[in-house]
């Protein structure tokens, strides 16, 4: 429901806010029951809004599934966008080992902070998983803009590391399971943390159990390359 303070906010930030409730019923809606089965009937009574609000901010139920695939999008290029640009141009350049090794690593500190940076961290993850798994109408969007880059500019570097020209299947491969091994304390946070008790190991919280996972993460890294 919108709080006492936004009823009594101007017409334009009342907008943005309902904008914004909508779009968080979205996406946990959208990411819990797929977008075959989610209904805009059920994100606007999660939202606290009328139906007709939905139609009046994206004209439909699509509308609303690709704003929160392009809202997800926009986070990422905030937060990592920029950077990707300016390590392909420093690859272009050419980069030692040891500076590929640097550049690797603040890519997957920058993924990591994106993936859970805010309380919304885990809707936009579920949404990104569901829609890559079942390839709805987003599917394209998240892939190009989203997973595609940061994976491949992870595999060009892997490349740079073990004085390659260009990544080959290995590097695809290992570029892949680092971003994958970041959801480990992210979309499967519950049963990771589940493990770790059960294996005797301090169950860190989020934060704490990120920032160990991105430790072994840069240790694999730092393993990289010619022995």
Known sequence: MPSQASLTSPPQVRGQEAQARILQAALRIFGRDGFALATTRRIAEAAGVSL??????FENKEGLYMACAHEIVARYEEGLGNYIDEVAAALE???SPAQARSYLKEVMRRVSAISNDD???DLRTGFVLREM????PAFEVLYKDLWQPGVEITAQLI???EGKASPDEAAHLEALMLHASLSAFSSTRPVSLRYLRDGGCKASPREGGLTSAL???EAQIDRMGPA
Not at 52 to 57: G, R, S, T, V
């Open 133 to 136: 798994t079942e390839q709805g």
């Open 159 to 161: 490349a740079c590391i």
């Open 215 to 217: 430790t072994v993460i």
């Open 119 to 121: 309380a919304d961290a």
């Open 52 to 57: 007709p609000a939905i139609k009046y901010y």
């Open 93 to 95: 350049g050419g980069l």
